[in-house]
């Protein structure tokens, strides 16, 4: 089958490492699947050229309003996976949700990531209840064996030993949701009480009005780097050797930068919000903070405590193990883009 799947393809972001993995997945079941921007697209006619020069028979979008409403009125079956900003951000504005939601009424199906998700899209389109699965991420990490952890200082300019310096990484796209400011602050003084300390932000400029204001920020603040995107196995080299990862967002739909930590036994250090809180339990598989002073307490404790941190570390890697399984991630979609195929009763 021919597939076309929409979704907001910024590099490196976590919608991106999720499509061309669901992409993989439905590639290995033997169908021709053609992963698209959606923001190549100006409007649903455009879509419909695309569909008829290609010879697409049915279609997927991760981001209900982003990918989803573009895949409306052309008669080709499709199936939706919530994004994260769609729930969290895009119901509260009204004529976007009406929108989202007659999007729903004309899919086959819908995937959330948790079960909260799946709550709130009962919760505002109660006729689209049946027709809603969770499937949470399926996680594979695969970090670069040629890295070099003394080249990456040198790069952020941590002029500290290898041994001496302890780098928290927050790992995000440069916009206003991933709130990458939010410790800066709080963690500048604790570094200049602690100077072996360093918060290191590596991610794309997404936003560039935004990515200025990140940029001056960093440059006023002691203690705190920003580094580019970098290659996903470098990356997870990278976080190998950090004493946490940190995520400071607004809101997520579940963070793969987050679950990627736990499998490589890295520490998390996040924010208290629903989408974290739904694979973080606090001082079990990571650590959650409502405020950048807590923060500060939390990530002053976790670098004392080596008994807290092999706690979390190894319910970390057997929390992933056990529930982001990306053999079941593929059996899911496999299984759910076959209904595609098969006419509707």
Known sequence: MRLLFLAVLRPHTGNAVTAQRVRDHLEAAGHACVLRDASDFDSQPDVADFIQAVGVEAALALHLYR??????????????????T?????????????????????????????ESMKDVARLRWPHAKGKIYVQSQGIVTAPNAAFDWNTFLRRAEIHQSADEARVFLLVCGLRQVKDPLYLVDAFSAWHQEEPSVYMVIVGPEVDPVFTREVKAGVRRAAGVRLLPEMAQGDLHAALKN????????????????????????????????????????????????????????????????????????ANGREYVRTYHSWQVE????????????ASED
């Open 67 to 84: 990918g989803g409403r573009l895949l409306r009125g052309h008669g080709v079956p499709f199936g939706i996976i919530f994004g994260g």
């Open 86 to 114: 769609d729930l969290n951000e895009d119901v509260n504005d009204g004529e976007k949700n009406q929108l989202m939601g007659s999007v729903l009424q004309e899919a086959r199906f819908a995937v959330a990531f948790t």
């Open 330 to 341: 593929r059996a899911t979609y496999q299984h759910l883009v076959r209904t595609l195929g």
């Open 242 to 313: 950090c004493s946490a990862l940190v995520n400071s967002s607004v809101s997520e739909g579940m963070s793969a930068a987050v679950l990627e930590a736990m499998d490589l036994e890295v520490p998390v250090l996040a924010r208290n919000i629903p989408g974290n809180a739904a694979v973080v339990t606090h001082e079990v598989t990571g650590l959650l903070f409502s405020d950048p002073q807590e923060f500060v307490q939390l990530a002053k404790r976790l670098v004392s405590d080596p008994a807290l941190e092999r706690g979390i570390v």
